[in-house]
């Protein structure tokens, strides 16, 4: 649920500079960063299963963790810098 309120209200933040946005590199790192920490975190649900049998949390979850921690936090970080960077926002 929060996921998607934060899509939906992303969307209309942009909807109101789309084309230069679009066009801002940041911008654009941003979406990548976003992509690849929903894709890290669809990993961990369908992961979860397995790991929870195991007897000691396994190491891939842990680093899977980790990864998916710094992509969220990329995707914050980047999203400061967008207004500083190309005076959009």
Avoid: H, N, Y
């Amino acid at each position: 649920m929060g996921f998607a309120s934060a899509v939906v209200s992303g969307f209309l933040l942009f909807a109101t500079e789309a084309g230069d946005f679009a066009a801002a590199t940041p911008f654009r790192v941003k979406m990548l960063i976003i992509v690849l920490a929903v894709i890290s975190a669809l990993c961990i649900e369908w992961s979860v299963p397995k790991w929870d049998r195991a007897p000691v949390m396994p190491v891939t979850a842990r680093l899977v963790a980790l990864i998916s921690i710094m992509l969220w936090l990329g995707a914050i970080l980047v999203s400061v810098e967008i207004p500083a960077l190309t005076g959009l926002g």
